[in-house]
């Protein structure tokens, strides 16, 4: 009977460790306080502040600039991504911006103008916690989508298939459809019309251009229009399927099991096509928590480096972040292509490492600098390594990578003589060197790379 205790409480248990895998995967991480506060929370607690928003722990941090001037996203080069990462950073609502990035990379755009990208952006986040139905409908008709899809140019007399393909492809399938749906489905979609002349250009539907025919789709007939053909789509028997095995493969590395895709299936169809419920199923399954010591997810690099800003609390003040960004090979608003980008082990190779290495240079020097003279001078090595995981936002870290800390910290401080004709520091510069050279391992380290 005490075993039977003991496991349940293992089961049921909240911990600071389980905040932040939570706060990783449903956001940017969490900060020392955000980490402390909801473990003293419940699990149930935590998880509908994310999915709702409400009181909780305030990230304080000046506006974002750059030289000393405002961002002007929609003018100066880069600083629609800068914009973007002020929000990642100083969000009381990480799961809206983290379901921002997803589906960003779920409808990928890219290319064009950059208030139109912003739109785009402002649309995802307005409705992607909600209806995917309603998010459906909202990019179909989004100006930067009718645009990058050639929608605009879809007549009755010239249909264009970019977009039905990868509506059903990309955005609500999978497969289980033909090129006779696709061809019909395209007939459906006409009548959005784009006006050039105007300073950023501005579309609109016009039912003169839209064929108003009989079509097939799906073995159905009727004269669909657009918001047909997306409610034939929500309603294939595949979509569930695809939508749901989707988000958790965002949220989580581990296949879905069949059970599982079974449960977050009922529960979508019962929500009528709503993402909340399933986002909850998903943070409350044991998947999501398992292997806290272990971690096995990649974080891409947005996630990585908003969420090291956020950890080190330090907001945007400089641009580095978009070249950086770009040499990791995810840069926001310019996604490969129409499939957004490939995910997982892709993200590491030898020069993305490099530039994430660079990545920890720039941000140390920014929010977490050591000056010289400002670190005790007789710290013990294992308080050593406290203090500089303290000051990078108690990352996790591995057993392996604790004791090789411990050991690296051990040497800088030593006291023992250098080899012959060897230089040895003065104890002050030792405790300034080790600090800087333990925060910048936490934060490039193969640890850092996972959550």
Known sequence: MARRRTSTHRRDAWTEAHVRRLFWRAGFGATKTEAAYWARRTRAQTVSWLLNGGAGPKIKLPAPHVDGRPLDPNNEYGQDVLWWLDKMIRTPRPLQEKMTLFWHDHFATAGQDTPLMLAQNTTLRKHGLGSFRVLLQAVTKDPAMLLFLNGAESTKDKPNENYARELMELFTLGHGYTETDIREAARALTGFRANYDADITKTYYDATYHDGSKKQIFHKSGAY??????????????????????????????????????????????????????????????????????????????????????????????????????????????????????????????NTMHVRFDFANSLLQDSRSVKDGSTPAHLSAKKSVERAKGAVGRPWTSARTDAALLRMANRLLSDAAPPAGGYRAPQQERADMCQRVLRHLLVSGPDAQVH
């Open 225 to 350: 229009d657009w918001r047909d053909v997306l409610d034939l789509c929500i309603e294939h028997p595949r979509h569930a399927s695809f939508l749901v095995t989707k988000l958790w493969d965002f949220f989580i590395p581990t296949k879905i099991n069949p059970a599982t895709r079974s449960r977050l299936v009922r529960e979508y169809r019962r929500s009528h096509h709503k993402i909340r419920p399933v986002l909850r199923a998903i943070f409350e399954h044991p998947a999501m928590y398992r292997g806290l010591d272990a971690p096995d997810m990649v974080k891409s690099p947005v996630v990585y480096v908003a969420g090291s800003l956020r950890a080190c609390g330090q907001g945007i003040s400089r641009d580095d972040w978009v070249y950086l960004l770009s040499a990791m090979g995810q840069l926001p608003f310019d996604p490969p292509s129409v499939a957004g980008w490939d995910g997982g082990l892709a993200w590491l190779s030898t």
